[in-house]
């Protein structure tokens, strides 16, 4: 039962990012110059959380593995901001994985899935967590 439930709400979520791609088209399809949009996507339900461009490298590099305090590995992306992200915890300094920096929950403003972390403070910018984000074309 509990999985037929989650299946409606995946289904759910995926039929409210497409309504919002049909209510703004806008947004869709190809930039101003003619060329095909490249976005950076949550797997799950694939709402648009920032443009591909808004890869920045951070100490040199634009991904970076990590292991938390209980030994959870991660592979993170850097970008300027994911305006498709809500911050969901207080900033922290515990455990930083960028001197200087305090950091906050990423989560899918969407589906609500745990998408990486917000880091703000010597250096500003979003790791997100390169297992839970795809690449594509918006009219993929």
Not at 39 to 45: E, G, L, N, S
Not at 95 to 117: D, E, I, P, R, S
Request: hydrophobic share 40%; charged share 20%.
């Amino acid at each position: 039962m509990h999985r037929r439930v989650a299946d409606m709400v995946y289904q759910a979520i995926q039929d409210t990012c497409l309504m919002r791609d049909i209510e703004a088209p806008e947004k869709r399809g190809q930039t101003q110059q003619g060329n095909p949009r490249r976005v950076i996507t949550c797997r799950p339900c694939m709402k648009v959380l920032c443009d591909a461009g808004a890869k920045v490298a951070i100490n040199g590099a634009v991904t970076h593995t990590f292991a938390n305090p209980a030994g959870l590995m991660y592979e993170i992306m850097c970008v300027h901001y994911a305006e498709g992200c809500r911050v969901d915890s207080v900033p922290s300094v515990v455990f930083t994985w960028f001197k200087g920096c305090n950091w906050a929950v990423l989560q899918c403003a969407g589906c609500h899935v745990h998408l990486g972390w917000r880091f703000r403070g010597a250096m500003s910018f979003d790791g997100l967590i390169t297992q839970r984000i795809m690449e594509r074309t918006l009219d993929e």
